[in-house]
């Protein structure tokens, strides 16, 4: 038996990006359904919210957040649980999942263990017909972007792909993500203004609508010091008021009339210093280089006459490559790494948020995904090595000519990139020149 329909879930840390690979008509599968991927508790009207549900929230002040993801790994199996019932649930897909086939999406470096329990869920759980599982960046080239520099709520990932493959020798993370930003941004306003440690929800709105990546950081940060409150960095957010049902805060408009009840918090120099730890995580004791510099040093353990082609194909996907100035700073940065004879070159997404999820519709439309899932039969019959034939990972992955371990593969990858110079890149508006 065939499976009806095959349900697509971009299962990242923040946000879950679901939908149907062949949608009823009059639905744009290009455009999934975002749930949020977390239990929240509202102290306001003390009620629990399963991710669908979050929007019914009258008051988003002092949420609770359970999330199922903690350092970038599942580890909260019943939360996540009770996030997936409302995912399948005729509320947002309404589906039936012993008649459908999955496509999830996994963290990088996924363990063993865990990558069973996945198996486990899948097939014991709800039952599907067949599932495939892999990373957000696999499914890139099936998309319509190049290269792959992945960004989530936990970490940045910089994943280079050769014939589809994921080089995971190859593959560097960064533990600065959507959410340490928005962890440090509540510290900051907290210390100088409003006690904002409870208000997650609101501080995330503040930092995706106020915060930039500036690309004259030491100029833009004298000028917040030489004249606070008064210059052409700061903005005034304007707070959510929920007694008159105002449920997300704006930043004020020039010459706007503010009510008697409105509060003000003002964003100076936490606007670009909170997204500067992107490409400088050593401000806050990370012992790691920042985003240029392990694009640099991904790309230099790759084959030597393959490099120059990576260079030039350097793609932008995830939450955090939206901040305005992100792409001209990583380009500047890059510029002044990239060696001579090589030229560079950086995509940006259309919607670098829900990317995989649209590359992913491809992969399930390409002939050879039928051939790339595990059945229900399969598993039933030998268990998780089913997958592990199935779905190659970075276990069975080593670099070219080298015999060594995965401990030493895993003891590599923790040892730190030697840290670049403070020093600022010019700035350049033409991606893919030579220097």
Known sequence: MQPHTTVILDNGASSIKAGLATPPDGIDHDHPKSVPNAIVRSKGDKTTYFGHQLGRCRDYSALHYRLPFEKGYLVDWDAQKAVWDGVFSSEVLNVDTAESSLLITEPYFNLPNIQDVYDQFVFEEYEFHSYHRCTPAAMIPFGRLFGAAAASPECLHVVPIINNQIQWYAVKRLDVGGKL?????????????????????????????????????????????????????????????????????????????????????????????????????????????????????????????????????????????????????????????????????????????TEAYRSAIAFVNDPAFSARVVTREEYLEVGSNASRRKFTGWQSSSAPGDESTQ?????????????????????????????
């Open 407 to 435: 401990e030493s593969m895993i003891e590599d990858r923790s040892q730190p990139s030697r840290k670049p110079n403070r020093a600022r890149a010019r700035t350049t508006t033409a991606p893919g020149r030579r220097r």
């Open 181 to 353: 930003l928005t962890n440090k941004l509540k510290e900051l306003v907290s210390y100088r203004q409003w006690n904002m440690m409870d208000e997650t929800y609101i501080m995330n709105h503040a930092k995706e609508t106020c915060c930039y990546v500036s690309n004259r950081f030491f100029e833009d940060l004298e000028t917040c010091r030489s004249n606070p409150k008064k210059n052409n960095i700061v903005r005034e957010y304007v707070l959510p008021n929920f007694s008159i049902n105002r449920h997300h805060g704006r930043v004020r408009l020039p010459n706007e009339e503010l009510s008697a009840t409105d509060q003000v918090l003002f964003m100076e120099n936490e606007r670009f210093t909170i997204p500067e730890l992107l490409f400088r995580p050593d401000d806050i004791g990370l012992e790691q280089s920042g985003l240029a510099a392990t694009v640099a040093a991904s790309i230099s353990l790759l084959p030597h006459d393959l490099r120059g082609m990576f260079w030039a194909n350097i793609g932008l996907i995830g939450g955090s490559t939206n901040f305005p100035g992100f792409y001209e700073r990583l380009s500047s940065e890059l510029l002044t790494l990239t060696p001579v004879e090589y030229d560079l070159q950086i995509y940006r997404s259309e919607d670098a948020v």
